[in-house]
């Protein structure tokens, strides 16, 4: 890389394999949110967020493990938020109460 390029765009290339790494899994969300029903999709990228969290563990790739761990929490407040807000307030007790 030339030193004659500017201080920016040297940062940029030097973070490329940073931002291809994490293109991949924001892919498979996108494919996700289009293909799957939406009483599904939670639980789907539940499984993609612990994938890709496993996968940071083994290929001890950092990037990976937060986005993982920033795609379970998108799940939790879905959960919160959007899911459990059309459930009955007595079943939404008891699945607070009995968890599987």
Same mark, same amino acid.
């Given at each position: 890389?030339?030193?004659?390029?500017?201080?920016?765009?040297?940062?940029?290339?030097?973070?490329?394999?940073?931002?291809?790494?994490?293109?991949?899994?924001?892919?498979?969300?996108?494919?996700?949110?289009?293909? #799957?029903?939406?009483?599904?999709?939670?639980?789907?990228? *539940?499984?993609?967020?612990?994938?890709?969290? *496993?996968?940071?563990?083994?290929?001890?790739?950092?990037?990976?493990?937060?986005?993982?761990?920033?795609?379970?929490?998108?799940?939790? #407040?879905?959960?919160?938020?959007?899911?459990?807000?059309?459930?009955?307030?007595?079943?939404?007790?008891?699945?607070?109460?009995?968890?599987?």
């Amino acid at each position: 890389m030339p030193e004659s390029w500017p201080s920016g765009i040297r940062r940029a290339l030097q973070r490329a394999p940073l931002l291809y790494s994490i293109l991949a899994p924001a892919l498979a969300s996108i494919f996700l949110f289009y293909h #799957v029903p939406s009483n599904l999709l939670t639980l789907a990228w *539940g499984i993609e967020a612990l994938v890709v969290l *496993g996968l940071g563990f083994l290929l001890f790739e950092r990037v990976f493990r937060w986005y993982g761990l920033a795609l379970l929490l998108v799940c939790v #407040v879905k959960l919160f938020a959007m899911d459990l807000a059309g459930v009955e307030t007595l079943y939404r007790i008891l699945s607070f109460i009995f968890r599987d």
